[in-house]
């Protein structure tokens, strides 16, 4: 299973960039000063993080958005989420957009954006196979 980047949707790159950067920028209350963060959870996931923290927990929630970022980390790549870095630590701004994209992508409010369907047919293998088919032809 291909795991889907956060850091790779359009706008998270430079946001965990600034907040390398600013520390403060990771902070909660960074949101009141920066409105492009909440901007950005609304264009990517229709909701912000204080509208999301509005939406009741649908009964059987396991409150897995005010556990560790490490844990949700974790749990996000098991849903087929990668919301690490390039050295596996979870994203500096993972607090601004982790309880939208739960809610998103347990299909409670929000949406999750856009993914392609993978290619039925990879054009690397299917070049490879075809070199193979060819060179088991003329070894005979």
């Known amino acids: 299973m291909t795991l889907r980047r956060l850091i790779d949707l359009p706008g998270?790159?430079?946001l965990?960039?600034?907040?390398?950067?600013?520390?403060?920028?990771?902070d909660p209350e960074a949101r009141r000063e920066f409105p492009e963060i909440d901007q950005l959870a609304r264009?990517?996931?229709g909701l912000t993080a204080?509208?999301?923290a509005q939406i009741p927990d649908p009964e059987g929630w396991d409150g897995i958005d005010i556990k560790s970022m490490r844990d949700q980390a974790d749990?996000?790549?098991r849903e087929g989420w990668d919301v690490t870095d390039d050295k596996r630590r979870p994203l500096r701004i993972l607090g601004h957009f982790s309880h939208p994209l739960w809610l998103a992508l347990r299909g409670v409010a929000g949406t999750l954006p856009f993914a392609p369907?993978?290619?039925a047919t990879d054009p690397a293998l299917t070049s490879l196979a075809a070199e193979a088919k060819a060179f088991q032809r003329d070894k005979r």
């Not at 965990?16 to 990771?26: N, S, T, V, Y």
């Open 75 to 77: 749990q996000f790549e």
């Open 50 to 52: 204080d509208e999301a």
């Open 43 to 45: 264009d990517t996931f």
């Open 12 to 14: 998270f790159a430079d």
């Open 16 to 26: 965990e960039h600034r907040a390398l950067m600013k520390p403060a920028f990771a």
């Open 117 to 119: 369907e993978p290619d």
